[in-house]
Structures are given as structure tokens and as C-alpha cells.
Nanobody, 126 residues
Framework: QVQLVESGGGLVQAGGSLRLSCAAT????????MGWFRQAPGKEREFVSA????????YYSDSVKDRFTISRDNAKNAVYLQMNSLKPEDTAVYYC???????????????????WGQGAQVTVSS
């Protein structure tokens, strides 16, 4: 089973940028859809972005669209989340998630993902 490890979180000032990485351990995650979710203190875990296993389908939540970019490198078993123009409200623990590729299921619903990373803290100061 694929295991996921996030990295790249940290503290940044508002308006700054961070890049999160999610490394998938063996076996290869080539055929897995990948998603990023986040959870702020006292709030539900929410969808941020997702990319299909082919890379041909990409989705963003309205709150991050035009600021965040998701990408994947199947040769490196990695998925990335480039976060620009960060805002204090982006502060959260960010989770990488994976599921076997399935276009029939919504990409933004967390229960449709089977495998989760441990999370990476992102803190944006005002």
C-alpha cells in the first residue's frame, strides 16, 4: 500500500510563498488520484486541490484558486502544492491524500480518499 510523507511546511509572512511536497513510498502511485486537504484549528478538514492520476484533471477550491498550483511527477512518485500570495486564513495543517484513480467519484470529498499523510503545518503571519 502507498504511504505518503509531506514536507515543505513552515512559517511565512502574508503574501509569501511555500511549496509543499508529498512523497509516495513504494509501490508506485502512478495510478492514484492525489489530493490536498487542510484543517485549521477547530474546523473541519477541507478540500484544497486535487489532480487525477493522468494529470489531466485538476481541481481547486474557490478559496485557493489562482493562488495555488498542484502538480505531480510520477517519475519521482511525488505531488506538489505551490502556494503563492498566502493569507493568514491559509494557516492550517495540510494533508496529502491518495486513492486509486476513479473519475466517477468526486475529487473534493475526503471520504473518497483511502490513504493519508501525517500532515504538514503551514502558518501565515499577518
Amino acid at each position: 500500500q502507498v504511504q505518503l510523507v509531506e514536507s515543505g511546511g513552515g512559517l511565512v509572512q502574508a503574501g509569501g510563498s511555500l511549496r509543499l511536497s508529498c512523497a509516495a513510498t513504494r509501490p508506485s502511485f502512478t495510478n492514484y488520484d492525489m489530493g490536498w486537504f487542510r484543517q485549521a484549528p477547530g474546523k473541519e478538514r477541507e478540500f484544497v486541490s486535487a489532480i487525477s492520476w493522468t494529470g489531466g484533471l485538476i481541481y481547486y477550491s474557490d478559496s485557493v484558486k489562482d493562488r495555488f498550483t498542484i502538480s505531480r511527477d510520477n517519475a519521482k512518485n511525488a505531488v506538489y502544492l505551490q502556494m503563492n500570495s498566502l493569507k493568514p486564513e491559509d494557516t492550517a495543517v495540510y494533508y496529502c491524500a491518495a486513492r486509486p484513480g476513479d473519475r466517477s467519484r468526486s475529487y473534493s470529498v475526503r471520504i473518497f480518499y483511502d490513504i493519508w499523510g501525517q500532515g504538514a503545518q503551514v502558518t501565515v503571519s499577518s
